[in-house]
């Protein structure tokens, strides 16, 4: 899909279903640029980002908290095991549940991946300083906030 240009019909630069779908484009090859960097992809972010927030976590609940689906959350988790970056042990209450850490490798790689995902974000919002920054997020989040209620 063609990225908007100022040459662009009115129309198409006033559809805010366009704007958003022509920015996620240009945001996607941004973190995908970034997160080839440091070998890793969207979904080892998405899983070590929350180990790293909100600590050990069963497989279901990793894959509710990222919106992973569950058979993809599994093979996500065996490649980050396979690069030391998470460990699992069975959950003392429930045998037939794995309970996934963070390891020392996965706190590293994540800030790794955080330090080149910021330059994503400046790269894709330079033309904002950083109060619109701010309040595009600002923004996004309530939309997406109220999309979630429905």
Do not use: K
Request: hydrophobic share 40%; net charge neutral; proline share 3%.
């Amino acid at each position: 899909m063609e990225i908007a240009q100022e040459g662009a019909a009115g129309r198409l630069r006033a559809l805010p279903t366009r704007l958003v779908n022509q920015v996620a484009i240009v945001a996607n090859r941004a973190t995908d640029r970034a997160l080839d960097a440091t070998g890793s992809r969207r979904y080892h972010y998405a899983i070590l980002a929350t180990l790293g927030e909100f600590g050990p976590a069963s497989q279901a609940d990793l894959g509710r908290h990222t919106r992973i689906d569950r058979s993809d959350v599994v093979a996500v988790l065996n490649d980050l095991a396979v690069r030391g970056y998470i460990e699992r042990s069975p959950d003392p209450t429930d045998r037939r549940r794995n309970i996934v850490t963070i390891t020392r490798a996965g706190t590293e790689h994540l800030t790794e991946m955080d330090q080149h995902l910021q330059g994503a974000q400046d790269e894709l919002l330079a033309a904002l300083n950083q109060e619109e920054r701010a309040q595009l997020v600002r923004l996004l989040v309530r939309i997406l906030d109220d999309h979630s209620r429905g």
